[in-house]
């Protein structure tokens, strides 16, 4: 009776042991697999491919394979250092073999926008055509964990993503989500620094947004829509909050600022060759920041300050020539040298040009009727026509650099300015009002000029 116990109990702890085994041993099947893997994923992705490592676990069942290599050159190729396959049982009636998950650990690519929309038909291609094998594979999920890597589109514009967390449920419409931090480089265009979060499901050439936002700890954008990516055609509806400190930091300058900007409307990719050609805006805006920090985000050197408050803004037109316009009021401000308490007026950028219309002014301790426009990012070129009413005669003095010295008054008048520089001009009539200084300066009533 004892001697059948020991015998139990020893197979027992045999079979223990094998399962044991299984949980913390894997064993180098690279042998095996390794010519046939690359050669399913180079037919698959038209690429050439490499594995340096293939082993196998039996419990949980799952396929590891380490340093994997697929590129088409030296610029193009995707590196990745672990990847995991778990399968599931064999469906022999319809002679597939179900992937349950494939997870991809850490990894590196580089590729432009001509390889991907290759690769992508090459995909669709395999998964229509008949198996080599009498099985095929087939994927449910992947997951990818800590990718990084570039996407060079026209030669210039380098859209770089980093820690790149994804799923992809594979079902016939496949659905995608990720999270990334995204930078935008380029020579020609503004450089960008965000963070971007994304669910979408895919229906033949097309992208179906449900949900994309970018962020970061003070700002959020929401957008949604679609997108044809095989001709980079589609329409997004868009709204969010934007910080000024987030905005210098996205455009990759250093942070500051205190206002807001709130955002509202549709963007458009159009059928255009050129990058700036193909984003088309339809945007409407309201919001409150420094002036001088919106005109470091636009690289304007000259004196343009203030804290401004926009209302019933519009950002509308392609990126290479769009227009804005909104209703501005600026507080405590300076432009070009002329020092504003209160400035409400209509501002209209278009086609380089920045131009304020029916201006109700406070300045100087009197009121005014301003038309200003300034071309910009560079100041070449501007217009100045100040309508002045009670005005203090110390301010327009300072403003046109005369002062003779007389009491202090009041002047009505116009001063223009217009060309490279500011040079101003005009007619005014001077009234006083101090009876300082005591010498025949300050008894001087009346001036017309």
């Known amino acids: ?51 340096e490592k293939i082993y196998i676990n039996l419990i949980p069942l799952k396929l590891e394979a380490e340093n994997i290599l697929i590129r088409s050159s030296e610029e193009q190729y995707l590196k990745i250092d672990m990847l995991k396959l778990y399968p599931g049982f064999v469906n022999f009636f319809n002679k597939e073999i179900p992937i349950r998950r494939v997870v991809i650990y850490k990894g590196e690519y580089s590729f432009d ?3 991907i929309n290759k690769t992508i038909k090459h995909i669709e291609d395999y998964l229509e055509k008949p198996s080599k094998f009498p099985f ?11 990718i990084t890597g570039s ?7 380098n859209l770089r993503l980093s820690e790149i967390h994804s799923r992809l449920n594979l079902k016939s419409e496949p659905e995608i989500s990720f999270i990334s931090n995204v930078k935008i480089i380029s020579s020609k265009y503004p450089n960008v620094d965000t963070n971007l979060k994304a669910f979408f499901k895919i229906r033949k050439s097309e992208l179906f947004i449900k949900e994309l936002k970018i962020f970061d700890a003070n700002s959020l954008v929401k957008s949604e829509g ?10 997004f509806i868009i709204s969010g909050k934007l910080f ?18 709130n955002i ?23 919001g409150e920041f420094f002036l001088e920090e919106l005109m470091q985000i636009l690289k304007v050197s000259e004196k343009l300050s203030g804290w401004i408050e926009i209302s019933k803004g519009k950002l509308q037109g392609p990126l290479s020539d769009f227009q804005v316009q909104a209703k501005a009021n600026l507080r405590n401000g300076n432009i070009l040298g002329i020092q504003i308490e209160k400035l409400n007026a209509n501002a209209l950028y278009k086609k380089g040009i920045l131009e304020f219309t029916d201006g109700d002014v406070n300045l100087y301790g009197g009121k005014a009727k301003a038309h200003v426009w300034i071309t910009l990012p560079i100041v070449t070129e501007h217009y100045v026509f100040v309508e002045l009413n009670n005005i203090s005669s110390s301010g327009v003095f300072d403003l046109i650099h005369w ?33 300082t200084p005591e010498d025949l300066r300050g008894k001087i009533n009346w001036i017309q000029g």
Not at 136 to 146: C, G
Not at 244 to 250: C, E, H, I, N, P
Not at 264 to 277: A, H, Q, R
Request: hydrophobic letters at 40%; glycine letters at 8%; proline letters at 3%.
């Open 1 to 51: 009776m004892s001697l059948r116990l020991s015998k139990k109990f020893f197979l027992f702890a045999v079979f223990l042991l094998i399962i044991v085994l299984s949980l913390i041993v894997k064993f180098n099947i690279t042998p095996l697999l390794q010519k046939t893997l690359t050669d399913e994923l180079k037919d698959i992705t038209g690429m050439e491919v490499s594995i």
């Open 113 to 115: 926008y001509q390889t």
């Open 136 to 146: 095929k594979f087939k994927f449910n999920n992947i997951e990818l964990n800590s």
């Open 151 to 157: 996407l060079l589109y026209d030669n210039d514009l």
């Open 226 to 235: 679609k997108l044809d990516y095989s001709k980079f055609l589609g329409e």
């Open 244 to 261: 000024l400190k987030s905005l210098m930091k996205f455009f990759g300058l250093t942070p500051s600022g205190y206002g807001e900007i």
């Open 264 to 286: 509202d409307g549709k963007i458009n990719l159009v059928d255009e060759k050129k990058w700036l050609d193909k984003i088309n805006l339809d945007l409407s805006f309201e």
């Open 403 to 435: 002062n003779p010295g007389i009491a202090e008054g009041k002047v009505k008048g116009w001063i223009s300015s217009q060309g490279k520089e500011f040079s101003p001009r005009g007619s005014f009539v001077y009234m006083r009002t101090a009876k």
